[in-house]
């Protein structure tokens, strides 16, 4: 069956709602490629979900498929005088059944663009042995600065996370 074509566009306060959901199926369904746990998230009011797609320069922005939300990435705005000029690529995630067309390709590329407005270093965390997202994030000129051993730790299991950041000034 032909799939609908995917549009990418940043989330409102009106999306809080699609936001929760997808935020939520992605902390159940890939819990060590997030920092953020289930119970945290799902613990946020509406009130605290449209404050955050509503705190510019800090921005999430998501894929759909025709009318479904597929996808998600978001970029946060560190504060401060001395870091105000980094920023925080979080909480990429794709739907299982829409992988592999290059979904998170776009979606990154979006929050690219949107930090090169605003900062002049992006920063992300990915799992160590998450493959695809650091393999996606190195293709878009990610560099690899250091690992955080033991960064994550879900019930007695211990996860290190590579470190990555674009220098958005070269
Ligand atoms: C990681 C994830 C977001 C990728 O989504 P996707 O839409 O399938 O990704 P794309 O189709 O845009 O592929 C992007 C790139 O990933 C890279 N990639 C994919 N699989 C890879 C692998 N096994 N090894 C190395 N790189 C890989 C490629 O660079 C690919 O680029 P291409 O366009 O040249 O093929 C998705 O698998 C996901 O949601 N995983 C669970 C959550 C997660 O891990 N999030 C990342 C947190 S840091």
């Not at 999430?60 to 560190?78: I, Y």
């Not at 992300?124 to 493959?131: H, K, L, M, P, Y």
């Given at each position: 069956?032909?799939?609908?074509?995917?549009?990418?566009?940043?989330?409102?306060?009106?999306?809080?709602?699609?936001?929760?959901?997808?935020?939520?199926?992605?902390?159940?369904?890939?819990?060590?490629?997030?920092?953020?746990?289930?119970?945290?998230?799902?613990?946020?009011?509406?009130?605290?979900?449209?404050?955050?797609?509503?705190?510019?320069?800090?921005?999430?922005?998501?894929?759909?498929?025709?009318?479904?939300?597929?996808?998600?990435?978001?970029?946060?705005?560190?504060?401060?005088?001395?870091r105000r000029h980094r920023g925080l690529l979080w909480g990429?995630?794709?739907?299982?059944?829409?992988?592999?067309?290059?979904?998170?390709?776009?979606?990154?590329?979006?929050?690219?663009?949107?930090?090169?407005?605003?900062?002049?270093?992006?920063?992300?965390?990915?799992?160590?042995?998450?493959?695809?997202?650091?393999?996606?994030?190195?293709?878009?000129?990610?560099?690899?600065?250091?690992?955080?051993?033991?960064?994550?730790?879900?019930?007695?299991?211990?996860?290190?996370?590579?470190?990555?950041?674009?220098?958005?000034?070269?």
């Open positions: 069956m032909r799939q609908p074509a995917v549009t990418i566009r940043q989330l409102g306060a009106e999306d809080a709602g699609g936001f929760r959901a997808l935020r939520l199926k992605a902390l159940v369904s890939a819990p060590t490629a997030f920092a953020s746990s289930y119970e945290e998230d799902a613990a946020l009011t509406d009130e605290m979900l449209r404050a955050r797609l509503v705190a510019a320069p800090s921005a999430v922005f998501a894929a759909f498929a025709g009318e479904e939300m597929v996808g998600m990435a978001g970029f946060a705005a560190l504060s401060g005088p001395k990429v995630f794709v739907e299982a059944d829409q992988r592999g067309r290059g979904i998170a390709r776009r979606l990154v590329e979006q929050i690219v663009a949107h930090a090169r407005q605003h900062v002049l270093v992006l920063e992300a965390g990915v799992t160590s042995g998450n493959d695809s997202a650091r393999g996606l994030y190195e293709s878009l000129g990610f560099r690899h600065y250091g690992t955080l051993s033991k960064a994550l730790r879900i019930d007695d299991a211990f996860y290190d996370e590579v470190l990555l950041s674009l220098d958005l000034a070269e």
